[in-house]
């Protein structure tokens, strides 16, 4: 009897280890995703595409805070693979500056939300924020989209 | 008298000395046919075929971000082995600053070396011998522009039989034949525009066409991508997917910031594409645009008779 439970247990544990993991694959990608969506508003109001709406734009800048809080946290070792991570190996061989370049992403986008009063304050502090995408993607993450 | 022995060796010299003379480099132009063409390279128009064919973004030395500093040596990891992108700074002993217009000709269009060997087509010859003859000369007055850096990149290092280096000569028999040459009929200029940057210095099709298993585009498969099955491996497909959702304005976008319809970057090798597409004026982005939203791409004017 003791066999079965302690069977059972530690079947329980590896499933909850694994699915820690995928869980941190699925919840990074749906931060980034969800991160996107508000690039994505940010980048057409800031090119013109389209209209400046400032609750829009702080919204979207808040969406852009919390991933840049989260994400660097569901980067554990056991993570490098699998659930369609598109994670390079690099991030884990660069820990510090993958982690420094989210420090400045979550510095930069935080000076956004306060400068962020209207239309010409975004415009100005908007490309602050968008210059961190590439130099991220560059090095950690696979070119496919 | 019959004599066995004797035919075989006969036989198997004949056949050594025909492989070797198919397999030969062949040198587009020699100095005297380059000469009669009478270009003269500009510099200025040069530092935009630089960029259209991203010299850099396999020639710069690694580590380094500014893409004049030409110094090779990144490792090119591919299943035949590593590549490893030469010096091609204006250095005389270490770079090519001792190559004459005719040589970058050569190299460019034919994948032969001014020392008459061949380059394995890591370097994406089999694009960029759809180059404009103007275009290689005004790249050559560039080049001669970028730094001298001292030191050579480590050699190839791969796996046989592919280390035989005359071996390319087969592989350029085999699958550099004239029907993959664009035609470039019956489009308006914009349209010829974005094909010759597609298709010829833009060497898109190197990544984004699937290769068979000696290395080579599958033609018939031009631009549809690599599908893996491991995300991290996979190119997207420039005909389908996605891809297909995609406006010519949102093409423009992507390649002058990175920025794709679903608010992702392009990463990754991209990167250093969008970076150098984005040195280039806006008209050749739209250029790429209208061509690769267009009916009327490579592999349908090369299935015509």
């Known amino acids: 009897m003791k066999t079965i439970w302690f069977t059972v247990l530690a079947i329980a544990c590896g499933v909850g280890a694994a699915s820690a993991v995928s869980d941190a694959i699925a919840q990074r990608r749906a931060l980034m995703k969800s991160d996107g969506i508000a690039a994505k508003k940010l980048y057409d109001m800031a090119k013109g595409a389209a209209p400046f709406n400032l609750k829009v734009a702080q919204e979207s800048l808040n969406t852009m805070a919390e991933a840049a809080e989260k994400t660097p946290l569901l980067f554990p070792d056991d993570s490098k693979s699998g659930g369609g991570t598109a994670a390079l190996p690099a991030i884990w061989e660069n820990k510090a500056d993958f982690d420094a370049r989210f420090a400045k992403f ?30 991220c993607h560059e090095l950690y993450k696979a070119k496919s989209g | 008298m019959y004599r066995p022995a004797w035919f075989a060796a006969v036989s198997i010299a004949l056949a050594m000395s025909l492989a070797w003379a198919i397999s030969a480099p062949r040198a587009r132009f020699t100095p005297g046919q380059w000469e009669r063409l009478g270009l003269t390279g500009d510099a200025v128009a040069g530092r935009l075929v ?11 030395k690694p580590g380094q971000t500014d893409p004049m500093q030409l110094g090779g040596g990144l490792e090119l990891k591919t299943p035949f082995g590593s590549f490893y992108p030469p010096n091609i700074s204006s250095d005389p002993s270490d770079g090519i600053g001792l190559w004459r217009s005719v040589d970058l000709a050569n190299a460019l269009l034919a994948g032969v070396s001014p020392k008459a060997q061949h380059y394995y087509p890591a370097l994406p010859y089999p694009s960029y011998r759809h180059m404009d003859l103007q275009d290689v000369a005004d790249l050559m007055a560039f080049l001669r522009t970028a730094p001298a850096i001292k030191g050579r990149a480590p050699a190839h290092s791969l796996a046989l039989p592919f280390s035989i280096r005359r071996g390319i000569g087969f592989w350029k028999l085999l699958f550099l034949d004239d029907h993959t040459v664009a035609s470039r009929r019956n489009q308006n200029p914009q349209w010829r525009r974005g094909e010759y940057l597609v298709d010829g210095p833009g060497h898109c099709g190197e990544c984004h066409t699937p290769r068979n298993w000696m290395g080579a585009m599958k033609v018939q498969n031009y631009l549809e991508g690599v599908h893996s099955g491991d995300r991290k491996d996979d190119v997207p497909s420039l005909v389908s997917g996605d891809f297909a959702t995609w406006s010519r304005e949102d093409i423009v976008t992507a390649l002058t910031g990175g920025f794709t319809p679903v608010g992702d970057v392009l990463g990754g090798e991209m990167t250093s594409v969008v970076r150098n597409l984005a040195r280039l004026p806006q008209a050749d982005r739209e250029a790429i645009a209208i061509y690769l939203k267009s009916s009327h791409r490579r592999q349908d004017h090369i299935a015509a008779p």
Request: glycine share 10%.
């Open chain 1, 106 to 135: 979550r510095k930069d986008v935080a000076t956004a939300i306060n400068a962020t009063k209207d239309e010409i304050t975004f415009k100005t502090v908007a490309p602050t924020v968008f210059e961190n995408c590439g130099g």
């Open chain 2, 50 to 60: 630089f960029f259209e064919g991203g010299c850099d973004s396999c020639h710069m």
